[in-house]
């Protein structure tokens, strides 16, 4: 009963302010026709990934084909309701993604790519904030580190060492605070590290059809990042 009055004093409050009214249940999800609104998106990735395969040389054509899902998301996200900075950051992040989307497709800048990434992270990490802080998290997320690092460092030129072992630090530390935040962050930072992962392996060891489960991985998480824009603050499941 106490709880019931509570959520009804909280719709009651919104009212008052001139919030729109959701009932508590739909708060958790994203806002309605939001299928809709991601069609192009979807669109897009399959574009790129049915495409790409034909695409045998690096240019600006496949640059801008396997970028524009993400930039995709980064306008939709104009449309999430109530804006304000945690909007502004996903926005930035996603077109950070872009840069680096486009510059991985030149192998020659590769390290470029790394960093436009590397700023994506930060973005991310800065969106998602210390609260709550749970630090429970952290010995699972450092094993999980270390093995990550043990297993992939070896692999890479000496060149590319410490900025590999720069970018997987801020990767695992947006990791840490998408698990606190919960919602579809968490899902799309887990899916991020998949993606990562199989990229990493793909270029020592080559998957059967690496490219398209690091992308469709990689698609997945930075949609269901940006659609943490569109879930209540409050409602952080752990």
């Known amino acids: 009963m106490q709880a019931t009055v509570g959520g009804c004093r909280s719709d009651l409050d919104a009212r008052k302010e001139g919030l729109p009214w959701r009932p508590r249940f739909l708060a958790q999800h994203p806002q309605p026709r939001m299928g809709l609104g991601l069609l192009p998106f979807f669109l897009a990735c399959a574009v790129y990934l049915l495409v790409q395969s034909s695409l045998d040389q690096p240019s600006r054509v496949?640059?801008?084909l396997k970028s524009l899902p993400v930039l995709y998301l980064a306008g939709f996200l104009g449309t999430a309701h109530p804006g304000g900075g945690y909007r502004s950051l996903l926005q930035g992040a996603l077109l950070c993604s872009a840069v680096g989307d486009a510059c991985l497709v030149w192998p020659e800048a590769f390290l470029h790519g790394m960093a436009a990434f590397g700023?994506?992270?930060l973005l991310y990490l800065w969106a998602f904030g210390l609260t709550p802080l749970r630090p429970d998290l952290l010995l699972p997320i450092l094993?999980?580190?270390a093995l990550y690092f043990g297993f992939l460092l070896p692999h890479?030129?000496?060149r590319l060492v410490w900025p590999v072992l720069a970018y997987s630090t801020v990767?695992?530390?947006m990791l840490w605070r998408a698990l606190a935040r919960g919602g579809s962050a968490r899902w799309g930072a887990l899916l991020f590290l998949l993606s990562d992962t199989m990229l990493?392996?793909?270029t020592f060891h080559?998957?059967?059809h690496g490219h398209l489960l690091v992308m469709t991985t990689y698609y997945l998480a930075q949609m269901l990042i940006a659609l943490?824009?569109?879930?209540s603050p409050r409602l952080k499941s752990h």
Request: proline letters at 12%; hydrophobic letters at 50%; one cysteine or more.
């Open 143 to 145: 094993l999980v580190c």
């Open 200 to 202: 990493a392996c793909n």
């Open 156 to 158: 890479f030129p000496p």
């Open 228 to 231: 943490s824009a569109f879930q």
């Open 119 to 121: 700023l994506a992270q």
């Open 171 to 173: 990767l695992f530390s």
């Open 62 to 64: 496949s640059a801008l």
């Open 206 to 208: 080559q998957l059967p």
